[in-house]
Each structure stands twice: as structure tokens, then as C-alpha cells.
């Protein structure tokens, strides 16, 4: 095949490059120097950021146990104000939007939160400087000039050092400072908490004798364990509920304090800590403004700010418009604006997590009874991960099954850093090649999932996702070389670094670290292949190779899961079957597998994972094609143990196809386009749907994997119909068929997700096959995002 050729062609230029510069072996100055410059400069780069995307807005560096920062605000023009009082992002808030239209974890960004209850559109300027300060100006604009909004920051220091208020009295008319120490934070550092203007804020009232004076900004400390900052709403509402209980012993009956005034906070016990309140209550619109400066820095200043926000704009759009050509129709203004703020709202779901985790090693998941809810956990870690979140509001965890997906438009827009979140994911691998597919670290992680799902189990595993993103980059860097994308000498290295594609501008940093993390694949794929076998033997099946059949363990009656796709038809649970999604998926790791090897220079190894691969291949046809239904299927057996097809066509039976693991020449691949093309089947005119429209199971139970439209598996369907269309073994009556699908499904997907977006102000989990409409989860900017890559494919193939 010609692509074989020039992956060959590929990856000889690399050898030869390996050799020529010697970035093989352990001994190149020129390497080990470019090296701990990248990675010095790099871990700079990304130290602090919005790492708290589970609240709306919360800033933190990559360390445990260290600063934790974050806004909350209520509006007090009633009493009911106060208990719907934002700080994590829910979807019970109900607002209009919110979310970043701008944003780079080397920058910074712009974000907008509409708050329709409250009336308030909010927005903040995050910047950061190349030393280590950073600053954020919040802004609020209210509907109703008069508007009340109390607005409350607070920063908590863990672990070793010290935070302390550097005022003389809690309330003040000027701005707040706190003088901290920590070592790992860079040493001294001040948290500035500007005054903004004096007409913000609310007149001081009648109670300000009783110390409620609304005009003044109020502090308030108090000791917290570490582990706890996180509470910080809880921590507030009960400090204000203790005030409040002591104002009324002290009041009389008839005496009704004003909303704006009895919600101000008072540090009546004297308390000091490590864990900061700032309270500023306004009436209208207003402005202030959080810096951050380390004391041996150049200081970032208040009146820096409106140039460095205009700094890091330019930055974002010229990276943006770099990375990111997009095709027609989709190229107005309007359709810019989208997709950049797309890319930003995955950007911003990036968060830096660190705990412990719950985990059952010595639970038996084949039993037919199974449930994850028999699970019973012991704590293992602590661990941390780098990782993006499926949804801010709903899933603000680490996801294995989705976070390949996340870092595909990553991967485009700046490849070192889906690289660096690659690396944390694979440094999660244990002893045996196990990643928990769900990354449920520490108690504020747990506080957001059901009891019944907080606990792994090590023999359970999910899609390998993270390897397309290996495919993708060995991709890009050969497109890079064949164009010199990049206008430079390869193998020669001058500073300054450019940090978003080093490991593409420079061959033999992407290849020192694909040898440092390949033992860590080959122990996770080893894994996979090893606990996720299927039977053979038992059952007298023939095949290609007995080894390389697959089933996903841990699933249940109604459920599979591991798969990913979690309510999908599937027959009975039972030891004897066979997933054909799954076999797709180690077709694909395998694939990868022998590419990094084979750029490795390690030939044993690269021949062995080819050998597994043509294995796989060739079990498909042998094992899992049924003529009758003219589709991939899963494979169990019948009473008398013979083997029988459980055929639902879907996402699960055009598996094979979306991996490209179907020879271009085959007459298989005409069925499969059959099914995406017809509206009775897998065609809706808002993409292809999960289930077949005449399967029995369309659209019953759950109905969750059972006909609704995935962004994700949609823009696999978009991959290889370009894929298949440009092999020379495809058809002519076939290229033209795909090319028909291609451009009717990119245009149909892009029109309906940014349609749904300025008509709801979200992206969502799914969308209605029927409708359009999305639904489930709203703000789902995880794989959802992926739109931005349809964006920037060719209009037609």
C-alpha cells in the first residue's frame, strides 16, 4: 500500500536523522542541553493557569497541596440571593452561557459568564508575565443599573509556608494586600485585591454601627486544614450563618437589616489563618482587579493590565490563525469567532488534580452478576494528573475514554502541550499497564460523582483514545518536515524557544520522548491485550489467532461501560463473547505500537506489533463479518454453545471502518457507506446517529448510545472517509460515494453544533437525531470541540 511506503519513507528520514545527530543515544550534549531548556522553560510556561475549571472561575499552579484561589458572588438586592450563590459550575444555575472566548494556558484568556438570574454579565481578564505573576481583572455589568452584587475571592495556602493580611483592620476603604512565603512557589510573593472605583460600591446604610457597612471591602481569616480550601463555599455560608445568628440575639424582633447589609461578612472571633475572604458588595456595574507578583519579579501593575489583556489577545488570534485554516462554507467572521471559542472552552476545562484515589483490586469482574456498586475501595496515592474535562459543570474529572479526544484539536494548536498531558496520563500507568479510566482524585473530585461509581477496578478498561493522539502527531511531524513547516535547520538548535511545537520543530525531542514514555506503552498495552482477551478454546472457534480476540470485562445486564459507549444493544453478558469494538480499538493501539517502535529503531518489536496487527485485521473478517447482515457484530453463542452474531448496526459495528483497518480494496467497505448514507438506518440530516433508525433497541431504555448523535465518533466517520478516499485501491464508484457522504456530513455537523450553540449558548453531550437539538449535559466543550477540526477539513474530498 502507498501509505506503508511513505510511513516507510518517513521513518527512515528520522533514522537518518537519529543517526546524523546522534538522538539516540544517551551522550548528545546538543539534545541534553535543548532538552532541560524546553522542559525549564515549558514548566514555566504552563506553572499557573485556570486549573480550577470546575468553578467558574479559580486559579492554581501545578503543585499539590499550594495556593488555591477562586470568585463566588451573589446578588443582594433580596434575601434569596445568598443561597444561590455561584462558585462551582452547575447546571442547576441555569445560566445563559459562560465560558472562555478566549483562552491558552501559556496566555491566559477572556471568559463571560451571563448569570441571567442575578441579572449580571460577568467577565475576567486572565494574563499572565514569562516570570511567574499573573493577574486577573474582573469586571460586572448588571442588566438593571441599581443591581446589588456582593463578590467575594479568596486564596488558601496549603501545605508548607505562610499567608498572612498585611492590613491593620479587616475593613477598609482601600485596597487589601496578603504577604505570603513558599518556596515552591517562587519564595515571597504578594496577593493584591484592588480597592477599583469608590461609586462601585454600595452606600453604607443604617446598620453600619452594628459593622455592616456594605461601602467598605471586608477581610476575613481563618485556619484551614489542608485538603479543605476547596470548601470554600461551605466555609463561607457558615461563617455568615454564625453572624447572622449573633446579630439576631442582639436585635430586636422588628428590626429587618437589608440584604446588602446582613450579608457582609465579620470576623467577629478574631480568627487568622491560612485561608483569606475578600468581600466587596456594589450596586451597578464595576471593576477590580487580583495580582499575583513574586517579590524578586519586575511587579505587574493595575495599569499594565488593559496592554497586557491586548498582549495575550493578539497572541491567541495570530496562534489561532496559524494553527487553524478553515474551509468553506465555514469561513465568516462569525464562524472565527466560534471555533476560537471552542478550542478556548476546551483549553479551559485543562486542570491540574492531586489526591488519593478508591480502588478495589480483589473484586472479580466476569461473574454475570457483577455490579459497580459492589465495589469496595481503598484509598491508593496520592496522584496527580494534568488533564482536560469532558464538561466543566458536569464532568470536571479526567476521563481516559475521552481525553484522546480532547487533545486532537490540542495537538493542533499546540502539540507540546497535549504532549505534557500525554505524559502526565501515562505516569498514572501501575506495575501491571492499569490506568483507571475514570481519574477520581481527592474528596472535592469525589464530591462530584455518585457513591456507587467512585471506585476502580484494575481489570476494567476503556477505549484507548490516547493513542490517536499518537497517531496524529507522528502525522504532523511528518507534514512538517516535508514542507519545513517551520523554516529551520532540522536537527540545529538556537534559542529563543518557541513553546507550542518544539517536539515538531525539533525530530529528536519528539524522539527522547517517545523513548521515555514507550516502556510505559508497552506495559499499558501489554495490559489491555493480556486482561481484556476473549475465549476461543472453550468454544472450538478457529481463527486467525486465538491471541488476538477481545471482550470488555466489567460489564453488566444493561451496560458495558468499559466500551465507552454504555447503553449500546449487546447480547447477554456471558464469558463466551466477542467485541468487535473492542478489537477495532486494539487494531488501532496496535497500529501505533509498531509506528513508535519503528521510529524507535526497534525492529524486534515493530515486526511483532506488524505480526498483531495483521492478526486483528484478519480476525474481523474470520470471526465478527456476517454476511447476512452485511456488518461488523459482536459474536456470543446460543444454547448449544455455538457461536451466533448479535448484529446492531451503529457506531459498534462501523468500528473497523473509523480505525481504517478495512482494506480499501475490500467489498466490505460498500456496505458500511450504505448504512451511513441511508436515513433509515445511520443518515439523519444532523449526522450519523448511534443505532440504526430500524434496530429494535432504537431509541428504548436509556436511550442514551441508542440513536443520538456523538460528536466524537462523527468526526472519526469525517477521518476516514478522507482516509479510504484517498487510497489507490479505492474504487472510483466508491471515492465518489464518500466523497458525497464527507461533504454532506461536515457541512450538516458544523451548521447544527453552532446553530445549537448561539440558540442555547452551549455545546452539548449529544445532539437529537431527530431535531438537532442538544441535549444531556450542557457545556460538554470536551470532545464536543472536535468541531473545530471538522472546521478546518477540506470543504470536499
Known amino acids: ?176 494586600k496578603l504577604v505570603g512565603y513558599s518556596e515552591r512557589l517562587g519564595g515571597v510573593f504578594d496577593l493584591d485585591i484592588t480597592k477599583g472605583s469608590p461609586k462601585q460600591y454600595v452606600a453604607e446604610g443604617d446598620y453600619r454601627g452594628l459593622g455592616l457597612d456594605p461601602s467598605k471591602t471586608r477581610h476575613l481569616s481563618l485556619m484551614v486544614p489542608t485538603g479543605n480550601v476547596w470548601r470554600a463555599k461551605d466555609i463561607f455560608l457558615t461563617l455568615l450563618g454564625e453572624n447572622i445568628k449573633k446579630l439576631q440575639e442582639n436585635l430586636d424582633k422588628e428590626d429587618r437589616i437589608p440584604p446588602e447589609q446582613l450579608f457582609q461578612m465579620k470576623n467577629i472571633d478574631n480568627f487568622e489563618g491560612n485561608m483569606h475572604f475578600v468581600q466587596k458588595t456594589f450596586q451597578g456595574s464595576f471593576e477590580f482587579d487580583i495580582i499575583f507578583n513574586l517579590a524578586d519579579n519586575e511587579p505587574l501593575t493595575a495599569e499594565q493590565l488593559p496592554q497586557k489583556v491586548a498582549e495575550m489577545n493578539e497572541k491567541f488570534d495570530s496562534k489561532f490563525a496559524h494553527n487553524f485554516q478553515l474551509a468553506p462554507p465555514f469561513i465568516k467572521p462569525q464562524h472565527f469567532q466560534f471555533a476560537k471559542e471552542m478550542l478556548s472552552q476546551l483549553l479551559g476545562g485543562i486542570s491540574y488534580f492531586y489526591g488519593d484515589q478508591l480502588v478495589d483490586r480483589n473484586a472479580v469482574v466476569d461473574d454475570i452478576e457483577f455490579s459497580h456498586a459492589s465495589l469496595e475501595g481503598k484509598s491508593e496515592g496520592p496522584y496527580e494528573l494534568f488533564s482536560a474535562v469532558p464538561s466543566r459543570p458536569f464532568f470536571p474529572r479526567g476521563f481516559y475514554w475521552d481525553e484522546g479526544f480532547h487533545l486532537l484539536p490540542v495537538l493542533e494548536y499546540d502539540s507540546d502541550l497535549a504532549l505534557e498531558i500525554v505524559q502526565s496520563w501515562f505516569s498514572l500507568i501501575d506495575e501491571d499497564g492499569w490506568i483507571a479510566r475514570e481519574q477520581i482524585l481527592g474528596d472535592e473530585a469525589r464530591s462530584k460523582v455518585p457513591p456507587e461509581f467512585t471506585v476502580q477496578n484494575p481489570n476494567i478498561a476503556n477505549p484507548p483514545t490516547l493513542m490517536l493522539v499518537f497517531t496524529k502527531l507522528l502525522d504532523l511531524a511528518k507534514q512538517a518536515q516535508e514542507t519545513n513547516k517551520y523554516g529551520m535547520d532540522i536537527g540545529s538548535y538556537a534559542g529563543p524557544l518557541r513553546l507550542g511545537d518544539m517536539h515538531l520543530e525539533n525530530p529528536e525531542l519528539l524522539v527522547s520522548y517517545a523513548n521515555k514514555i514507550y516502556p510505559q506503552l508497552q506495559k499499558h498495552y501489554d495490559w489491555f491485550r493480556r486482561t481484556q482477551r476473549g475465549e476461543t478454546k472453550l468454544f472450538g472457534r478457529t481463527c486467525h489467532s486465538v491471541l488476538d480476540v477481545f471482550r470488555w470485562k466489567g460489564r453488566t445486564k444493561d451496560h458495558c461501560l468499559p466500551s465507552g459507549i454504555d447503553d449500546y444493544p449487546r447480547s447477554p453478558p456471558d464469558i463466551a463473547e466477542l467485541h468487535i469494538d473492542l478489537l477495532a480499538w486494539m487494531g488501532a493501539m496496535t497500529r501505533s505500537m509498531y509506528r513508535i517502535a519503528f521510529l524507535l529503531e526497534k525492529h524486534e518489536d515493530a515486526q511483532q506489533y506488524k505480526e498483531i496487527y495483521d492478526n486483528i485485521v484478519a480476525n474481523m473478517d474470520d470471526l465478527h463479518w456476517s454476511s447476512k447482515d452485511q456488518s461488523y457484530c459482536d459474536v456470543t453463542v446460543d444454547e448449544e454453545d455455538e457461536d451466533v452474531f448479535e448484529c446492531h448496526i451503529g457506531y459498534v459495528s462501523i468500528m473497523p471502518f473509523v480505525h481504517r483497518l478495512i482494506p480499501a480494496s475490500s467489498e466490505h467497505l460498500k456496505h458500511i457507506l450504505d448504512q451511513l448514507q441511508d436515513p433509515e438506518q445511520l443518515w439523519s440530516p444532523f449526522g450519523i446517529r448511534s443505532l440504526s433508525k430500524k434496530d429494535p433497541y432504537f431509541h428504548e431504555g436509556e436511550d442514551y448510545w441508542r440513536g443520538h448523535i ?47 450553540y448561539r440558540k442555547t449558548g452551549y455545546t452539548w453531550e449529544q445532539y437529537n437525531e431527530e431535531t438537532g437539538a442538544g441535549q444531556r449535559t450542557r457545556h460538554f466543550s470536551g470532545w464536543t470541540s472536535l468541531v473545530v477540526l471538522m472546521m478546518k477539513m477540506p470543504e470536499r474530498i
Not at 462523527?714 to 474504487?731: F, G, I, M, R, W
Open 710 to 756: 456523538w460528536v466524537n465518533i462523527n468526526y472519526l466517520v469525517l477521518e476516514s472517509l478522507q482516509y479510504y478516499a484517498a487510497q489507490p485501491e479505492t474504487s472510483p464508484e466508491i471515492r465518489a460515494q464518500m466523497s458525497d457522504i464527507y461533504e454532506a456530513l461536515r457541512k450538516n455537523l458544523i451548521k447544527n453544533i453552532y446553530e445549537q
Open 1 to 176: 500500500m502507498l501509505w506503508k511506503v511513505l510511513l516507510a519513507s518517513f521513518f527512515y528520514a528520522c533514522s537518518i536523522l537519529a543517526t546524523e545527530y546522534g538522538i539516540l543515544g544517551n551522550n548528545s550534549e546538543e539534545l541534553s542541553g535543548l532538552a532541560a531548556d524546553y522542559a525549564s522553560a515549558n514548566s514555566r510556561s504552563l506553572f499557573w493557569g485556570a486549573y480550577r475549571s470546575n468553578l467558574y472561575l479559580g486559579v492554581k499552579p501545578r503543585l499539590p497541596e499550594s495556593l488555591l484561589t477562586g470568585l463566588m458572588w451573589f446578588n443582594v438586592d433580596s434575601y434569596q440571593g445568598v443561597g444561590a450563590l455561584r462558585h462551582e459550575c452547575r447546571q442547576d444555575d441555569q445560566l445563559d452561557t459562560f465560558g472562555w472566548t478566549r483562552y491558552d494556558p501559556r496566555l491566559g484568556g477572556h471568559e463571560i459568564v451571563k448569570d441571567a438570574q442575578f441579572g449580571l454579565k460577568l467577565e475576567a481578564d486572565f494574563v499572565k508575565t514569562d516570570d511567574g505573576n499573573w493577574a486577573l481583572r474582573v469586571s460586572g455589568k448588571p442588566k438593571k443599573k441599581d443591581t446589588k452584587t456582593s463578590v467575594v475571592f479568596y486564596a488558601g495556602l496549603e501545605g508548607e509556608g505562610q499567608l498572612t493580611y498585611a492590613g491593620a483592620d479587616d475593613v477598609t476603604d482601600g485596597d487589601v
